[in-house]
């Protein structure tokens, strides 16, 4: 997956902010998270492992936790917020994706954005 990344990504890179997956206690899920297996972040942070390792000629990695980025706003409004602060041509660029996907779309723009300061 990271070299697919890595090979997709046009030009240099001079910034990477990634998310760092993180299990939450139970106390902390929500029910749309509750059936959500633990272990598939184990696969996801060892993705990330191999992103920065293939980007480690950039000048600046930025590895955010969830609530580093967002804070406590819920997916739905930081997504909705994000999507506002797209200009015509970055919108455009958004896949046509079922809601089960495109919200992995939508936080990787808004960690971008963040970034960028835009957000």
């Known amino acids: 997956m ?3 990344v890595h090979s997709w990504v046009p030009g240099s890179v001079s910034r990477l902010a990634i998310e760092l ?13 509750a059936g959500t297996d633990p272990n598939d972040l184990i696969q996801l942070a060892a993705v990330v492992g191999a992103l ?6 950039v000048d ?5 936790l969830p609530a580093e980025w967002k804070g406590q706003v819920p997916k739905d409004i930081m997504h909705r917020r994000a999507a506002e ?11 046509s994706l079922a809601k089960s996907k495109i919200h992995n779309v939508l936080d990787a723009v808004s960690i ?8």
Do not use: D, W
């Open 85 to 95: 602060r797209l200009n015509a041509e970055e919108a455009a660029c958004l896949p």
């Open 52 to 57: 920065c390792n293939a980007f480690e000629s």
């Open 21 to 33: 997956p993180q299990v939450y206690s139970r106390h902390h899920q929500t029910a749309a998270k």
């Open 2 to 4: 990271a070299q697919a």
């Open 112 to 119: 971008g954005l963040v970034v960028l300061g835009r957000m």
């Open 60 to 64: 600046t990695q930025i590895v955010y």
